[in-house]
C-alpha cells in the first residue's frame, strides 16, 4: 500500500487560509489522493479526493502536484469547526482506505 | 437518510469475552467495512464485505469475523477478547467503486476490555 506523509500537527487563526501538505513519493497511476478529516469523538468524514487535477468543492480546495507526488489541502476560511485531524490517504482500486496518523490542525479565534 | 449508524455506542467487556458490534450502511451502499482506531491513532481497515462475502482483509486475527445479512447490514465479532482490543469501532459504507467512491462513516462503538 502506499504511504502518504503529513506534518502532525498545524495552526492556524480563524477565517484565515491553511494549507495542508501531503507527500506520496510512491503513488501509482490508478491511485486517487482523498482526504478525510476527524473531528473530535466522531468518524472520519469525507472532505475531497482527485486523481490529477486540481479540484474544489464547498468544503475545501485540492491541488495536486504536476508528478502527482505531493498535494495540498486548502481551506479558504478557516472556521473553529475546522479543528480536527485531517487525513491524506491514497485509494486505489481495491477500495479500502489506510490511514496514517494525520495532521491535527488547531484553529484559534 | 439516516447515514450510517452503528450500534450499541459505547460498550464494557471483560477479557476473554465475546463481543458483537452492528452497522447499518447508508441507504443505496452495498460495500461495508470495518476499521479500529486505538487512541490517538489513525483508524486501521479490519476487513470489507460486499454482497455477503469477505472481500478483502487486513492484518488482524481470527479472533476478528463478521457477516454481511442480505439488507447489506454487517456485525463485526470479536472472540477472546484481549485488554488490547479496547479501541473505537468503525463502520464506513459506500458503493462498490474503484477509487473514486467516498466513504460515509458512522461515529463509531466504543469498545472498552478490563
Known amino acids: 500500500d502506499a504511504k502518504t506523509t503529513q506534518p502532525n500537527s498545524m495552526e492556524s487563526n480563524e477565517e484565515e487560509p491553511v494549507h495542508l501538505p501531503c507527500n506520496h513519493s510512491t503513488i501509482s497511476g490508478t491511485d486517487y489522493i482523498h482526504w478525510y478529516r476527524q473531528l473530535p469523538s466522531q468518524g472520519p468524514e469525507y472532505v475531497i479526493h482527485?486523481?490529477?487535477s486540481n479540484v474544489n468543492n464547498r468544503m475545501a480546495s485540492l491541488a495536486i502536484a504536476e508528478d502527482r507526488k505531493s498535494s495540498t489541502l486548502i481551506l479558504h476560511r478557516a472556521t473553529l469547526r475546522d479543528a480536527a485531524v485531517y487525513y491524506c490517504?491514497?485509494?486505489?482500486?481495491?477500495?479500502?482506505?489506510?490511514f496514517g496518523t494525520g495532521t491535527r490542525l488547531q484553529v484559534f479565534p | 437518510d439516516a447515514g450510517v449508524t452503528q450500534s450499541p455506542t459505547h460498550l464494557i467487556k471483560t477479557r476473554g469475552q465475546q463481543v458483537t458490534l452492528r452497522c447499518s450502511p447508508k441507504?443505496?451502499?452495498?460495500?461495508v467495512s470495518w476499521y479500529q482506531q486505538a487512541l490517538g491513532q489513525g483508524p486501521q481497515f479490519i476487513f470489507q464485505y460486499y454482497e455477503e462475502e469477505e472481500r478483502q482483509r487486513g492484518n488482524f486475527p481470527d479472533r476478528f469475523s463478521g457477516h454481511q445479512f442480505p439488507n447489506y447490514s454487517s456485525e463485526l465479532n470479536v472472540n477472546a477478547l484481549l485488554l488490547g482490543d479496547s479501541a473505537l469501532y468503525l463502520c464506513?459504507?459506500?458503493?462498490?467503486?474503484?477509487?473514486?467512491?467516498?466513504?460515509?462513516f458512522g461515529q463509531g462503538t466504543r469498545l472498552t476490555v478490563v
Open positions: 464506513a459504507s459506500s458503493p462498490i467503486g474503484v477509487g473514486a467512491t467516498e466513504a460515509f
Open positions: 482527485g486523481l490529477t
Open positions: 441507504s443505496g451502499h452495498d460495500t
Open positions: 490517504i491514497l485509494r486505489a482500486n481495491t477500495d479500502k482506505l489506510i
